[in-house]
């Protein structure tokens, strides 16, 4: 059931409480956990589809990265314990198939392999200065699934099937970005990219911005680890950390000049006792800062209080019907659209959709969809378009089309 409304609350941008925003760069060890768990998924599918033309039942949706212990100092530093990575979830292991012959054949599938591989290839595309023989040690628990959840999967496993929901859950979204949200999202991309670490070698990966918005006043708080075999004493890290602030000082006078931007980068340093962010390898997780999926950015790649929210991980489920990774994504992409084709004529969209297990992903249980129009904006006119973006969204090529995306690691999901 859709129910298409009018908001009772106004635009972000228009609203006198506080916004706060905070993205979790990619080398933190919760977005760690996130990107780990996804790719694990991706990776079974692949093999999954490669070999028996077919996803089977999984979800890898619970990794754990444990802090090592760490001595760093100017110019190097000690690894005293190293990080611990462990994966958990359930897989199909064996596949039963049948031969040209009429036989069968018990095949087993390399889950152990290809999630340990998968660690590895994820940690050393994410940090620069992480030695995978030597910073860290890694692990998996993937088991077997639950029958009950498995069938409701195998029920819907054709290629070409309308999947059933194997949960009842809820997914939401919104569109547009704010401004806070822009240079939240944009900030962390900023620092991590290959561009600026060539600039900036002492900044490691374990970035976390926070941003906060009263009126056009924006704050903006850097939290960097810096890596300390490219850093010979306290100037030289003070002219790294100034490095960042400037960049970023200069990205939101691109992306947000209106607004009045501070920026202040690792503010727990205390130059003159010692005191400052240094890591070896370029994040907090290497002296005991855990991480876990989950705890991090949604879908969108924010963590927004002050708009509506999931609690649900969506990292590391499966592509094909859990509703928890479905949903979350697909309300921000309607958002989005509805945005997108209303021209100017909606200033915001809000998606909410509930799943019901058992139930084809193609008819939530019930679609809830918010609009904010713009002034002297008939709602009726806006209202169809919400209409018609749900029900191209709500078809099954559609959920078909996501699916390919999400495996082929073509949609954001931290």
């Given at each position: 059931?859709l129910?298409?409304?009018?908001?009772?609350?106004l635009p972000?941008?228009?609203?006198?409480?506080?916004?706060?925003?905070?993205?979790?760069?990619?080398?933190?060890?919760?977005?760690v956990?996130?990107?780990?768990?996804?790719?694990?998924?991706?990776?079974?599918?692949?093999?999954?589809?490669?070999?028996?033309?077919?996803?089977?039942?999984?979800?890898?949706?619970?990794?754990?990265?444990?802090?090592?212990?760490?001595k760093?100092?100017?110019?190097?530093?000690?690894?005293?314990?190293?990080?611990?990575?462990?994966?958990?979830?359930?897989?199909?292991?064996?596949?039963?198939?049948?031969?040209?012959?009429?036989?069968?054949?018990?095949?087993?599938?390399?889950?152990?392999?290809?999630c340990?591989?998968?660690?590895?290839?994820?940690l050393s595309?994410?940090?620069?200065?992480?030695?995978?023989?030597?910073?860290?040690?890694?692990?998996?628990?993937?088991?077997?699934?639950?029958?009950?959840?498995?069938?409701?999967?195998?029920?819907?496993?054709h290629?070409?099937d309308?999947?059933?929901?194997?949960d009842?859950?809820?997914?939401?979204?919104?569109?547009?970005?704010?401004?806070?949200?822009?240079?939240?999202?944009?900030?962390?991309?900023?620092?991590?990219?290959?561009?600026?670490k060539?600039?900036?070698?002492?900044?490691?990966?374990?970035?976390?911005?926070?941003?906060?918005?009263?009126?056009?006043?924006?704050?903006?708080?850097?939290?960097a680890a810096?890596?300390?075999?490219?850093?010979?004493?306290?100037?030289?890290?003070?002219?790294?950390?100034?490095?960042?602030?400037?960049?970023?000082?200069?990205?939101?006078?691109?992306?947000i000049?209106?607004?009045d931007?501070?920026?202040?980068?690792?503010?727990?340093?205390?130059?003159?006792?010692?005191?400052?962010?240094?890591?070896?390898?370029?994040?907090?997780?290497?002296?005991?800062?855990?991480?876990?999926?989950?705890?991090?950015?949604?879908?969108?790649?924010?963590?927004?209080?002050?708009?509506?929210?999931?609690?649900?991980?969506?990292?590391?489920k499966?592509?094909?019907?859990?509703v928890?990774?479905?949903?979350?994504?697909?309300?921000?992409?309607?958002?989005?659209?509805?945005f997108?084709?209303?021209q100017?004529?909606?200033?915001?969209?809000?998606?909410?959709?509930?799943?019901?297990?058992?139930?084809?992903?193609?008819?939530?249980?019930?679609?809830?969809?918010?609009?904010?129009?713009?002034?002297?904006?008939?709602?009726?006119s806006?209202?169809?378009?919400?209409?018609?973006?749900?029900?191209?969204?709500?078809?099954?090529?559609?959920?078909?089309?996501?699916r390919?995306?999400?495996?082929?690691?073509?949609?954001?999901?931290?």
């Amino acid at each position: 059931m859709l129910k298409v409304t009018k908001a009772g609350f106004l635009p972000i941008e228009k609203s006198e409480f506080p916004e706060l925003v905070e993205r979790k760069g990619i080398g933190h060890p919760d977005t760690v956990c996130d990107a780990v768990a996804d790719a694990c998924s991706r990776a079974l599918c692949a093999y999954y589809l490669e070999n028996y033309d077919r996803v089977y039942h999984h979800n890898v949706d619970k990794a754990a990265l444990v802090g090592g212990t760490a001595k760093p100092e100017f110019g190097g530093g000690l690894i005293i314990q190293p990080q611990y990575f462990l994966i958990v979830g359930r897989a199909i292991h064996q596949i039963l198939t049948e031969c040209s012959d009429g036989s069968n054949k018990l095949d087993y599938i390399p889950v152990a392999t290809i999630c340990i591989e998968t660690q590895r290839k994820v940690l050393s595309e994410i940090f620069r200065n992480l030695d995978l023989n030597r910073d860290i040690q890694f692990d998996y628990a993937v088991r077997p699934g639950s029958i009950d959840l498995t069938g409701v999967f195998d029920e819907s496993h054709h290629t070409e099937d309308i999947p059933l929901a194997n949960d009842t859950s809820f997914g939401v979204g919104y569109a547009p970005y704010s401004d806070v949200e822009k240079i939240a999202l944009e900030a962390e991309r900023m620092i991590n990219s290959n561009k600026f670490k060539k600039k900036c070698k002492g900044s490691g990966e374990d970035i976390k911005i926070m941003v906060e918005r009263i009126g056009d006043e924006v704050g903006i708080t850097v939290a960097a680890a810096m890596v300390s075999k490219y850093i010979e004493d306290a100037s030289e890290y003070m002219s790294y950390t100034n490095q960042i602030k400037d960049a970023v000082l200069d990205l939101a006078s691109d992306i947000i000049p209106e607004r009045d931007v501070t920026c202040q980068v690792n503010v727990a340093d205390n130059i003159e006792k010692g005191i400052m962010y240094l890591t070896i390898t370029g994040t907090s997780a290497e002296a005991g800062d855990d991480g876990e999926v989950g705890r991090g950015n949604r879908s969108n790649g924010l963590i927004t209080p002050c708009r509506t929210m999931s609690l649900e991980a969506v990292c590391g489920k499966n592509p094909v019907n859990h509703v928890g990774k479905l949903y979350n994504v697909l309300s921000t992409e309607i958002a989005r659209e509805i945005f997108q084709l209303g021209q100017g004529d909606i200033a915001e969209a809000h998606v909410k959709l509930l799943s019901q297990i058992g139930r084809p992903i193609t008819d939530p249980w019930i679609a809830s969809i918010e609009l904010i129009e713009a002034e002297n904006v008939n709602f009726e006119s806006v209202r169809k378009i919400a209409n018609e973006v749900f029900e191209e969204k709500m078809s099954k090529d559609s959920f078909l089309d996501l699916r390919r995306r999400l495996i082929a690691g073509k949609v954001q999901v931290f």
